[in-house]
T-cell receptor, first 115, second 112 residues
Framework: DAGVIQSPRHEVTEMGQEVTLRCKPI?????LFWYRQTMMRGLELLIY????????DSGMPEDRFSAKMPNASFSTLKIQPSEPRDSAVYFC?????????????FGSGTQLSVL | KQEVTQIPAALSVPEGENLVLNCSFT??????LQWFRQDPGKGLTSLLL?????REQTSGRLNASLDKSSGRSTLYIAASQPGDSATYLC???????????FGGGTRLMVKP
């Protein structure tokens, strides 16, 4: 398996623009997570899905952030409008079904810079 | 709210040394604990997963222990190698293990 695939690897945009980050989880994994990593705050869970359904979005910072999972093989994280403080590395991760708390597999991340 | 702390924040050791990385958490009602490795510019790789009912897990030169009552976990790396240089993060799982709270990481450098 190719692992969790994220695109783009790098995104540079101007304040106010819409940004869409994409993720393809590992086939057969039914949990999908979006994390954000910054030097100041470390790794933070933004939202996670189970079987394409959002389960907990309490980590989503503002209404400017939205996430969707239209099918088992694709998810997006959208920021509209983007702001400089959104600059961070955004990671997508997935895990297989189980009794709970399975190992998490991370993508390589999207480095977002908002100017 | 769960808080996870890792000490030290950075560590530099000569090759061949055995070393211990520490992780502490404030709420002992955890579901599991994972240790991850992160290389610069890369995602995280899960190294070891310890369920709350377990005391330790081993993989090769790595051994992770868990003491829930004291809110601590350690990652032991035997015979360190330059290839072990990376940032190591621990993450505590609540809510059936799906809500992970990460520590700030320990940046390890193993010098040849």
């Amino acid at each position: 398996d190719a692992g969790v695939i994220q695109s783009p690897r790098h995104e540079v945009t101007e304040m106010g623009q819409e940004v869409t980050l994409r993720c393809k989880p590992i086939s057969g994994h039914d949990y999908l997570f979006w994390y954000r990593q910054t030097m100041m705050r470390g790794l933070e869970l933004l939202i996670y899905f189970n079987n394409n359904v959002p389960i907990d979005d309490s980590g989503m910072p503002e209404d400017r952030f939205s996430a969707k999972m239209p099918n088992a093989s694709f998810s997006t994280l959208k920021i509209q409008p983007s702001e400089p403080r959104d600059s961070a590395v955004y990671f997508c991760a997935s895990s297989r079904p189980g009794t709970g708390g399975e190992k998490l597999f991370f993508g390589s991340g999207t480095q977002l810079s908002v100017l | 709210k769960q808080e996870v702390t890792q000490i030290p924040a950075a560590l530099s050791v000569p090759e061949g040394e055995n070393l211990v990385l520490n992780c502490s958490f404030t709420d002992s009602a955890i579901y599991n604990l994972q240790w991850f490795r992160q290389d610069p510019g890369k995602g995280l790789t899960s190294l070891l997963l310890i369920q709350s009912s377990q005391r330790e897990q081993t993989s090769g030169r790595l051994n992770a222990s868990l003491d829930k009552s004291s809110g601590r976990s350690t990652l032991y790396i035997a015979a360190s190698q330059p290839g072990d240089s990376a940032t190591y993060l621990c993450a505590v799982g609540d809510n059936a293990g799906n809500m992970l709270t990460f520590g700030g990481g320990t940046r390890l450098m193993v010098k040849p």
